[in-house]
């Protein structure tokens, strides 16, 4: 993997800057209805890991942007110009009527195509990263615009906090929960991709009801993800990460995240986190298992 100042002058390099592009877990997801614009109106709880992806950033005065990817998942992308983090670059740079450039690592710690918004906070945190690096004042309405054309999940990926988000993405806020923050989460994902686009297609069209997010209680109770019967139909190993998270000890909460194939186990302590963790890798060896915590506002 060349370095990413490759066919750059190092002079013109500045001290790197570093944004991690934290996961991101839907608690729950209710799909409410299909909009006239042919996206899906939907209720979601999100919350972010403490760890993901990792992006470093030089500054170069070439106007170019490099991008150069690694780490465990980094053979499946491609870093060219349709690489969300390129657009993202690219997006703001025009916006922004920037004439620097930059040459940018991505290294790839998440799987991709795993509904843990791998791409969309990869995205998010490349536009955090290159307002820091050009030193630009960019106000918070201006950067959620530039996010939410990227994509839907881009938006509520940039502050990276616990929030309510609602429509296809255009509206967020944030929102607390007592305990929340507390616990500690485990992702598991089988090693397997699925596409977006073919869960949505797959969802029932069923409107179950709206999300009650008044407490942790009520969220693990009558929360749902409406997309995992979709997903469990293209991927029914599926199935086996859940039953195995919601056999574990202590376990508060066993769902699916997003459109999957990733799902997550929250604990009320790093102690059960590592006994579920250790029994997941010693099953199933094959499995991405990161053990992690909610990331706090």
């Known amino acids: 993997m060349p370095h990413p100042d490759a066919g750059l002058d190092v002079d013109m390099l500045t001290t790197p800057v570093t944004e991690i592009a934290y996961a991101k877990v839907n608690v729950a997801l209710h799909v409410r209805a299909r909009r006239e614009d042919g996206y899906h109106a939907l209720e979601s709880l999100f919350v972010f890991a403490e760890d993901g992806d990792r992006l470093q ?56 195509a ?50 309510m988000v609602m429509g296809r993405g255009e509206r967020q806020a944030r929102h607390a929960v007592d305990g929340l923050d507390a616990c500690s989460m485990l992702l598991v994902n089988p090693g397997v991709g699925v596409s977006t686009a073919q869960v949505f297609a797959g969802w029932d069209r069923v409107d179950r009801g709206p999300l009650d997010g008044s407490s942790l209680g009520v969220l693990c109770a009558m929360g749902r993800n409406d997309l995992e019967a979709a997903a469990l139909a293209i991927a029914p190993v599926i199935g086996d990460v859940l039953a195995m998270l919601a056999a574990q000890e202590d376990v508060l909460l ?27 890798r010693r099953a199933n060896p094959g499995w991405w298992v990161m053990e992690t915590r909610i990331r706090s506002a």
């Open 57 to 112: 950033g030089w500054a170069s005065d070439d106007g170019a942007i490099h991008l150069t990817i690694d780490g465990p998942f980094g053979a499946t992308l491609d870093a060219g110009p349709d690489n969300l983090v390129v657009r993202a670059a690219r997006a703001l740079q025009a916006y922004l009527g920037e004439q620097r450039g930059a040459a940018i690592r991505l290294t790839k710690n998440l799987p991709v």
């Open 114 to 163: 795993s509904g843990i918004g791998g791409g969309s906070a990869d995205a998010a945190a490349a536009l955090r990263l290159l307002a820091r690096l050009w030193i630009v004042r960019i106000d918070d309405g201006e950067l959620m615009g530039l996010a939410l054309d990227l994509g839907s999940d881009v938006p509520a990926c940039v502050p990276s906090v616990t929030q």
């Open 254 to 280: 066993a769902r699916m995240s997003g459109s999957g194939a990733t799902c997550f186990a929250l604990f009320r302590s790093d102690r059960a986190l590592a006994a579920a963790a250790q029994a997941v």
